[in-house]
């Protein structure tokens, strides 16, 4: 039996044909049917190049909508943008009362430097462990945002990253008033910092969109996140001096435990913000303890690229399944 032949008017009176497509056991398949008709996947993911012009296209929209965000996150609370310099300020004293007066975790550090010392690592650590778990929640958060609109979705664990960024550069101020309180003076190696933070922005960029597709497809991982987050704060040196630790303790008698920690990544920009902004730090580890520290920038610039291009490339793999369900 012939199929009818579909008929569609036009301005003129006439009618033009268009052609059925093709037949798979009596039956058009999905696939033909909508190329039959000149019809595309609206999220099919694009190539590589293509996704990359896209992303940068949106570069404005990612700001704006990071600072957007920024902005409405603490608009219900009194103290609003306060609440982003008190929350690591906050951890950082309970983290004082019981490591550095309790458990005297700041021996062996020249005097008055315990302090600048833990809320370096605090701050910078915060920057890190509140962009995993945004990026975590990036993409299940925002479900409505991406089946309305056609963008990459990439954008979204950029903007939270971003996000973590403006917070930080605030927090920065602080951090910069209570080394410069406790008789840091102001240096030229403070300078470094910019390229730690750039490495540390692009190694939490990558880690974020890593999250962001796990997250996207399973949500029990932010339940998980806390119990690994914490976990990694502890072996991260951020409450007590890790080259200090692995000269006085058995880690000294099993040197490859010493270079599993020091090639942690958090503890690689912590560290290395400490050495540029402390400087009594800095004369503690090189003169006192004679340890080298070039290695780390190494470090750092592996982890930044490789986290990157691994959680790009994790991310981009699955672009046309976010939303779906």
Do not use: C
């Not at 880690?207 to 996207?216: C, D, F, H, N, T």
């Not at 502890?234 to 000294?252: E, R």
């Not at 982890?303 to 291009?309: E, G, K, P, R, T």
Request: proline share 5%; hydrophobic share 50%.
């Amino acid at each position: 039996m012939s199929h009818p032949e579909r008929l569609g008017a036009s301005g003129g009176g006439s009618a033009h044909a268009i052609a059925e497509p093709p037949l798979v056991n009596g039956h058009p398949s999905l696939a033909e049917f909508a190329a039959g008709f000149g019809l595309k996947q609206s999220a099919a993911r694009p190539p590589m190049g293509s996704y990359i012009r896209q992303l940068w296209q949106r570069r404005h929209f990612i700001w704006a909508f990071a600072s957007a965000k920024n902005i409405a996150m603490y608009t219900e609370s009194r103290l609003g943008q306060v609440w982003q310099v008190l929350t690591p300020l906050l951890n950082a004293a309970v983290y004082y009362l019981i490591f550095g007066l309790l458990l005297n975790t700041s021996r062996g550090l020249p005097h008055n430097t315990f302090i600048p010392f833990l809320v370096t690592g605090v701050f910078l650590f915060t920057f890190t462990q509140r962009s995993v778990n945004s990026g975590a929640k990036s993409v299940g958060d925002n479900l409505s945002l991406i089946r309305a609109l056609h963008f990459p979705r990439a954008s979204l664990p950029l903007a939270y990253t971003i996000i973590e960024l403006q917070q930080l550069l605030i927090s920065m101020v602080v951090l910069f008033a209570i080394v410069l309180g406790f008789g840091e003076p102001l240096t030229l190696s403070w300078l470094l910092l910019i390229p730690v933070l750039i490495m540390q922005l692009t190694f939490n960029v990558g880690i974020s969109l890593a999250l962001a597709r796990i997250g996207a497809f399973n949500r029990d991982i932010q339940q998980l996140l806390p119990f690994i987050l914490r976990t990694w704060l502890y072996f991260s040196g951020i409450i007590y001096s890790l080259s200090g630790l692995m000269k006085s303790s058995k880690i000294h008698d099993h040197p490859w435990i010493g270079h599993i920690l020091e090639a942690n990544p958090a503890y690689v920009f912590v560290e290395l913000s400490r050495l540029a902004l402390l400087g009594s730090y800095r004369d503690y580890v090189h003169q006192t303890l004679n340890e080298p520290t070039m290695h780390l920038w190494y470090y750092g610039i592996g982890w930044s690229i490789v986290m990157f291009l691994v959680g790009f490339w994790f991310f981009f793999r699955a672009e046309e399944r976010y939303g779906r369900g």
